[in-house]
């Protein structure tokens, strides 16, 4: 059965460097999400695409975070400095579709904690 | 603002007994109503969705059932398995009103509640 992946799964940086996270998602989903849940709350979206397109980032602190996908397929998101507030768990979903009647396939994550 | 709430952090229930998640919601674009489950390690999955045209969708043991009067839905498992003990989302989206930008509510964004943690005891 085809899954969304991430890597990695588990991150521990300190406060002002820089890090990465990597999502692939499953094949043929043009739609991609990119979300944070912060311990004890549900899922928020950070930033969506539409193929190589972004569609929705307001809630992406674009002063520190970026996200792409250039060739509309894998998706990397970047932190750049962390935060002590960034740690949590980065989620990265996709689906065939925009729109919620098209499921969104979750990956496992990426929990990062900020020293 | 907290626009989907699951005031529930947890719920325990025996085995093969009816377990209720609750939630409720505020924003009155919201048409469109969906609950995933979580297990440890694990992203959430999608579990049972239902339009704001319907005020019930069933499937298999999970029913859910909207009151769009209350702004109020609520996910119905019967019976209940240990095998269910997982953290359940609700998560409600805004589709009829078509792509919207920032500032509103976006076409097809999720909107997730907090979450409640389901014990199912055997």
């Known amino acids: 059965e085809a899954e969304v992946a991430q890597s990695p799964r588990y991150k521990i940086t300190e406060k002002s460097q820089a890090v990465a996270f990597w999502c692939d998602p499953i094949s043929g989903h043009a739609t991609l999400y990119w979300y944070r849940q912060i311990l004890g709350q549900g899922p928020e979206l950070l930033v969506q695409f539409q193929d190589e397109s972004v569609v929705d980032d307001s809630q992406l602190p674009k002063d520190r975070f970026s996200a792409e996908r250039l060739k509309g397929v894998d998706s990397t998101l970047k932190i750049q400095p962390a935060e002590l507030g960034d740690s949590a768990m980065y989620l990265c979903?996709?689906?065939?579709?925009?729109?919620?009647?098209?499921?969104?396939?979750f990956g496992p994550g990426t929990r990062l904690t900020v020293t | 603002d907290q626009q989907v709430k699951q005031n529930s952090p947890s719920l325990s229930v025996q085995e093969g007994r009816i377990s209720i998640l609750n939630c409720d919601y505020t924003?009155?674009?919201?048409?469109?109503f969906l609950w995933y489950k979580k297990y440890p390690a694990e992203g959430p999955t999608f579990l049972i969705s239902?339009?704001?045209?319907?005020d019930k969708n069933e499937d298999g043991r999970f029913t859910v059932f909207l009151n769009k009067s209350a702004k109020h839905l609520s996910l119905h498992i019967v019976p209940s398995q240990p095998g269910d003990s997982a953290v359940y989302f609700c998560?409600?989206?805004?589709?009829?009103?078509?792509?919207?930008?920032?500032?509103?509510?976006?076409?097809?964004?999720?909107?997730f509640g907090q979450g409640t943690i389901l014990t199912v005891h055997p």
């Open positions: 979903a996709s689906s065939i579709g925009q729109g919620a009647r098209y499921e969104q396939y």
């Open positions: 239902i339009s704001s045209i319907k």
């Open positions: 998560a409600a989206s805004a589709e009829l009103g078509g792509p919207i930008n920032a500032g509103g509510t976006s076409y097809g964004k999720l909107t």
């Open positions: 924003n009155s674009m919201f048409d469109y």
